[in-house]
């Protein structure tokens, strides 16, 4: 049952990619995330209230910096999904794992440099080829982007990957610390709602495009909120980490789920090598995944994430 909890998760979050497409005519990208925040903190308002779970925090501090640097991965992952083929820009947010994995290899290598008084950490070498391979699939999957002079909106999508991993890692000290799933989204949404907030107050708000286009922004909202549920639940339901490492890697049905809107929807044009890029990114994703749990280096990713949150942002 967890498996089908990832995939509704892993749909829902690359069905609300469409809908910040269609928002995006109207809005932009700081008032998405600041709708956005708003309708999720109503949802994880709700979901606390009926698991009796309190919204008061001993650890507003943690909260806070999870939430800058949460909020700054989904306005960059939004940005690019608005700005190129919706695929393309989901994949970027799908390296969490990669970059995680990059993170600690080089934490490894740091105790390999002259003057390290320390123990030196061993080198996991399949975990260094698949971090290569992985960056051997970004720079395919930048070339067709820069060269349709989609170099910004790959450039965010690329530092939104970055971002959300290390938001995961806060998550992850989150959940040490005792915070319950539904608090710490609950403040990552109201993350979104004060950050976007502050950048239309600095920027200006659009020209009210009336109750229609104004609509698309409640299946964002409502879609991140439920994306974010099903993938919890996901989680929580693998009692094994076997059950936990297919989960954790189910989250990549998202980019197929993507990629039949890209060419189904919205009739867009990726070429052979963007296409082979996607492919190796997600595949070193998965790797990375299995390699991490296996040599137990670190947990797969927790089931907050923008996208996913597990993902995505916000994945």
Known sequence: MQALWMVAGAF?????????????????????????????MAVLWWL???QGIGL????????????????????????AITKMPLATG???NYMSSLWIAAFLVAGALWTWRPGHTGARRSLNIPLLATIVMGFVGVLLLLQPSFAQQQGVAALAGLSSGVLSAMAYMQVSALSRAGEPEARTVFYFCLGCAVGGGAVMLGGGVSPWPGIGPSLWLL??????AGGQLCMTRAYATAQTPRATLVVANLQYTGLIFASAYSLVWFDDQINLLGWLGMALVAASGIAATVLRARNKVAPPATAETEAPMASPAGR
Request: glycine share 10%; no cysteine; charged share 10%.
């Open 12 to 40: 829902f979050f690359a069905t609300m990619g469409v809908f910040v497409k269609y928002a995006s005519a109207s809005f932009t990208t700081a008032e998405i995330v600041f709708y956005r925040g708003l309708i999720g």
């Open 48 to 50: 606390a209230r009926r």
């Open 56 to 79: 008061a925090t001993r650890h507003p501090w943690m909260h806070g910096w999870r939430s800058l640097v949460g909020v700054t991965a989904m306005s960059g992952w939004f940005y």
């Open 90 to 92: 989901m994949t970027f």
């Open 219 to 224: 299946p964002v909202g409502v879609l991140a």
